[in-house]
């Protein structure tokens, strides 16, 4: 099956700081990423649509210039999250979806962020 | 917006007995539901998927039906093991696959 990476899977950082994760599909190019966020014990939460060369789409209720999504290439989104504080914490996951109209979302091992 | 609930948080079972997951959702609109399993620090995995054209799948050991006059999803494990512990989500989405919502999950645990 179709295999998304996640880089890194872990991080550690103090406040203040940016992080940057990587996302990347590594055997399909991925026309649409989808960037969620989950807390310990709760569900999934969709922060934002990534298609590759155009802006990325964000929920309602998250900040675009506190989480910078790039999808430069059909493998490669990444996620930066500026300034971080310690409630950014969390379990961060991105998914792909191969092309437009596709119904299978193949989604990455996660990457956890401890901010402190 | 769109929304996906479970009816419970946690679910323990007997290995070897069947399991059943419930999940609701509120937006009639919704086409295409999924079932995720998620392990511990993992990315959630693909279990198996329905269209609101249809009202029952099957897969290996695994049965979604969907019942859209009531707007409810539900997971049949057959035969429960040990492996199948986890956190099971259900999510849909709407008009063209586009992004994905999900429920709020239910944790299965699974007696020896």
């Known amino acids: 099956g179709a295999v998304v990476s996640q880089h890194p899977s872990w991080v550690i950082c103090k406040s203040g700081t940016s992080v940057k994760i990587e996302c990347r599909s590594l055997?399909?190019?991925?026309?649409?990423m989808f960037w969620y966020r989950q807390f310990p014990k709760q569900s999934l939460m969709l922060m934002a649509t990534?298609?590759?060369?155009?802006?990325?789409?964000?929920e309602q209720g998250v900040e675009k210039d506190k989480f910078l999504i790039n999808h430069a290439s059909l493998t490669l989104s990444t996620l930066t999250v500026t300034s971080a504080h310690p409630e950014d914490s969390s379990f961060y996951i991105c998914?792909?979806?191969?092309?437009?109209?596709?119904?299978?979302?193949?989604f990455g091992e996660g990457s956890r962020l401890t901010v402190l | 917006g769109e929304s996906v609930g479970l009816h419970l948080p946690t679910l323990s079972v007997q290995e070897g007995d069947n399991s059943i997951i419930n999940c609701a959702y509120s937006?009639?609109?919704?086409?295409?539901f999924i079932w995720y399993k998620q392990e511990s620090g993992k990315g959630p995995q693909f279990i198996i998927d329905i269209r609101s054209n249809m009202d029952k799948r099957q897969g290996q050991r695994v049965t979604v039906l969907l019942n859209k006059t009531v707007k409810h999803l539900s997971l049949q494990i057959a035969a429960t093991q040990p492996g199948d512990s986890a956190v099971y989500f259900c999510?849909?989405?709407?008009?063209?696959?586009?992004?994905?919502?999900f429920g709020t999950g239910t944790k299965l645990q699974v007696i020896p």
């Open positions: 937006n009639s609109a919704s086409d295409y």
């Open positions: 998914s792909a979806r191969e092309k437009r109209g596709a119904t299978e979302l193949f």
């Open positions: 999510a849909s989405s709407s008009g063209g696959y586009q992004k994905v919502t």
């Open positions: 055997d399909f190019q991925a026309t649409t």
């Open positions: 990534s298609n590759e060369g155009s802006k990325a789409t964000y």
